[in-house]
């Protein structure tokens, strides 16, 4: 990759409740005042939508645009592995009649190198551990963020630890975290007990924190959204929609969203969506009442946003607010009849990625989205990463839930010959 010559630091660290600032060299990722930090660019030094030209053939999807999310990094430092440029797919006719809309789009996130947008973020932050020198990086997960960590980790030749609740982590993201070589740390309660643990440990020498309340992160999946208006042809959609656990992708979201009006590169600011399951939903009741109130047990069989004690609800809160969104939140019975719509269309996701079509059937049916704007959905995570459950919904085994879509297997004796 052909990096050009920035001026040596154009961005820092900003606090985003006081907006005090720290120089990059700052490995902490609270202000004193408690709040969560973002990396913020002065783009009053550089002309970063005329740089973007001299990056357009850059093989990573996030690295195309290093001028929006990371200008002042040396190549030498850049960790790659082919994540972003993932597929924009319009919907198919099965999806818009059970939407009740007709003009969605899916943006697959699954198609990353890991099978989850977690590489986007990952990508940057593992970058900066090779900056800083860091020997260990480590996270605490409901699976996708183990197992990109522990890829990308390798990769750089970085060792990984990874620390996850004990019998809540589907099994292909297991496997990947142990097959990519991290060390692999289980703990008896939920994502929200093992992150309590991982804050603990982040003040070791040496160590590197990789969970979503490091910035580097954020600016990594910003590419989310820049590259799906650049599919659009920097034409803004009227919605996007998203699932929201730990709340890094929507406060990533608004981020790009507002630095893409600031930069001129939209005109029309989407309306952002974040979609909570029934069983965990801490942020939605945020949303509504303007107090946070964690959920001490979550629970939904969307098991990467079975979270009750979100970090980034503030950052995810402002970046509703900025773009005239809203959150809402579905049942686990939608999520999967959503979910059974999604893979039959060819598609294909893994559960918490169909909450954004459960949540545009239920916003289209409620009339807040009008059945003709342009939507777009993302699909978090591959299809493969939760086969089990695909298994027990189509056997119509999972408790309390109706295979609406149910494709059972057969005997051969049903086959007609
Ligand atoms: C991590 C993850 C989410 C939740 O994203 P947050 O940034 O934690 O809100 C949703 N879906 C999938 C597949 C994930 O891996
Ligand atoms: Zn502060």
Known sequence: MKVRKFLPEVSNFECTVCSRNFPLSSVQFRCSCGGLLDVVHDWSLYSPKYELN??????????????????????????????????????????HTYAGCSDLYFKHEGENPTGSFKDRGMAVGISE????GIETVFCASTGNTSASLASYASYAGLKSIVIIPEGKVAYGKLAQAMAYGAEVYTVKGTFDTSLQIVLKLSTREGWYLMNSINPWRIEGQKTIIF?????????????????AGNLG??????????????????????????????????????????????EPNPQTLASAINIGNPVSYQKAFSALQYSNGLAINVSDQAILDAKAIIDSSGIGCEPASATTLAGIKKMVEDGTILPSEKIVAILTGNL???PQIIIDYHQNQLNNIEANFANEIQPIENLEM
């Open 54 to 95: 001299a990056f357009k053939n850059v093989t990573s999807g996030v690295w195309r645009y290093k001028p929006l999310i990371y200008p002042e990094i040396a190549e030498k430092f850049i960790v790659m592995r082919g994540e972003g440029r993932t597929s924009l797919y319009e919907a198919t006719d099965n999806v």
């Open 129 to 132: 551990a090779k900056r800083l």
């Open 227 to 243: 590259e799906l208006l650049e599919n659009l042809e920097w034409h803004s959609p009227d919605w996007i929609v998203t699932p």
């Open 249 to 294: 992708n929507t406060s990533a979201f608004g981020k790009a969203l507002k630095e893409a009006i600031e930069l001129e590169l939209i005109n029309d600011l989407p309306k952002l969506v974040a979609v909570q399951a029934n069983g965990a939903k801490p942020f939605v009741e945020y949303w509504k009442t303007g107090v946070f109130n964690q």
């Open 384 to 386: 493969l990463k939760d």
